[in-house]
């Protein structure tokens, strides 16, 4: 089942998959200027679970923050994941699995995910969408019946509209101006505290454990005063590089997996000089063992390649537990709505469409590895020969 949304909203999508207690994923793709897209998990027509397409762990950690839970992220172990498990889902399990969360609160923090992800996509009607029949997302923590999600959500959506046009975004930051009376700004209630231009509403909600119409319809009588200034920001927390704070003499690492020579060396040329730290090859099959050696931060992949298809060597890395949470972005000549279907059910983070411009390639690799560090040291010669050894044979410079 697939479509536009302008023929068929969201919420007759819900029912039909409701009604015909059906089991698989739902795709969406919104056509709002930026590539947005979510996925919904539905289990006989319950769902199970609901985020970003791209979701990594900031809003699970965004929502955990009230708790303050003793958590080192860097133990988190999500080698148990499934292949097309999102990495939110299954950092809530181990939460869960080991004794950080009672199963109650992780069913609310579920809740609350999946509550978030249909406030932002109810409301699209232009867009396009893919229900694919596949087993259930494992192992399931619960089910939620579709109607009483909806109708909540739909509450919180009409209570929204009333607060437009001083209020449009969820992900804008509202920040206190120099009107709010002085004597009181010593003794800020935390909603206020708050409200310092870099946090948006959408996080205040989950630091505050309200829904995001309640924090805004809190906002919205200062917002009238003059009192809070709404800043937009430019993209979303889920957006950002998930990766820890920058290090300076740190390179990120890259591998860029593609047969056509060309393209290897224009990546290789374009992010070489902005500090990163780069190896093609073209080999698909060969890059298979590889990068069990290279360990790279991102991947980069043709999804067209012989030997072996670039969904294919995805979803065979997606197996491992080195690569559950390592980004691959698909390198593709097709910018079409089943291309990006079969990448995000692949396993794959993201997709590029070539040709692609130097900007374009540095935006997306800034996304999800940070900058790179120019003033790095020059790679020691061993490991230069050690490297060409493995990943150029005789008849290389033919490829």
């Given at each position: ?18 009604i ?32 970003r397409?791209?979701?990594?762990l ?6 955990l ?19 097309l ?6 950092a809530?399990?181990?939460?869960l ?11 609310s ?28 997302l ?6 939620f ?7 909540r959500?739909?509450?919180q ?12 975004s ?10 709010y009376?002085?004597e ?33 319809n ?26 820890g704070p ?13 047969d ?15 500090g ?14 590889l990068?069990?050696s290279l ?6 992949c ?10 294919q ?15 691959i ?7 079409s ?10 396993g794959?983070?993201?997709y ?27 790679p ?17 410079s033919?490829l």
């Amino acid at each position: 089942m697939q479509g536009q949304l302008s023929e068929l909203d969201i919420r007759s999508i819900f029912q039909l998959i409701d009604i015909g207690q059906q089991t698989g994923e739902l795709y969406i793709e919104s056509f709002d200027g930026q590539a947005n897209s979510w996925l919904i998990f539905f289990a006989n027509g319950g769902i199970l679970y609901a985020g970003r397409a791209n979701e990594q762990l900031n809003r699970l950690q965004d929502i955990l923050h009230p708790l303050q839970l003793p958590i080192n992220w860097a133990d988190v172990n999500l080698s148990n994941l499934t292949p097309l498990r999102p990495p939110e889902y299954g950092a809530l399990w181990w939460l869960l699995e080991n004794s950080y969360l009672s199963t109650q609160q992780a069913r609310s923090i579920l809740h609350r995910l999946i509550e978030e992800t249909l406030f932002e996509v109810i409301s699209l009607h232009q867009g396009r969408f893919s229900f694919q029949f596949h087993t259930a997302l494992s192992p399931q923590l619960t089910e939620f019946n579709v109607g009483p999600l909806v109708k909540r959500v739909i509450r919180q959506l009409q209570g929204w509209l009333q607060l437009q046009p001083h209020v449009n975004s969820l992900y804008d930051c509202p920040l206190l101006s120099d009107t709010y009376p002085s004597e009181a700004s010593s003794n800020l209630p935390p909603l206020l505290a708050m409200a310092n231009g870099k946090t948006p509403i959408v996080q205040i909600s989950r630091h505050l454990n309200r829904n995001i119409f309640s924090v805004a319809n809190e906002f919205y009588p200062y917002i009238q005063k003059g009192q809070i200034q709404l800043l937009q920001q430019s993209k979303s927390p889920s957006h950002e590089a998930t990766q820890g704070p920058s290090i300076m003499n740190a390179v990120p690492r890259i591998v860029c997996i593609d047969d056509t020579l060309a393209v290897r060396q224009a990546i290789e040329m374009m992010l070489d000089a902005y500090g990163y730290e780069v190896t093609s090859i073209a080999n698909p099959v060969k890059a298979l063992s590889l990068l069990f050696s290279l360990k790279p931060d991102l991947i980069l992949c043709d999804v067209t390649m012989p030997e072996l298809e670039g969904h294919q060597l995805c979803a065979m890395l997606r197996q491992a537990p080195w690569f559950q949470s390592v980004p691959i972005v698909m390198l593709t000549g097709q910018d079409s709505f089943v291309e990006r279907v079969k990448a995000n059910m692949a396993g794959a983070t993201d997709y590029l469409t070539k040709p692609f411009d130097e900007p374009e390639l540095l935006a997306l690799v800034e996304k999800y590895v940070g900058r790179g560090n120019p003033k790095r040291l020059a790679p020691e010669t061993l490991l230069e020969q050690e490297i060409s050894a493995t990943l150029n044979p005789d008849n290389w410079s033919h490829l």
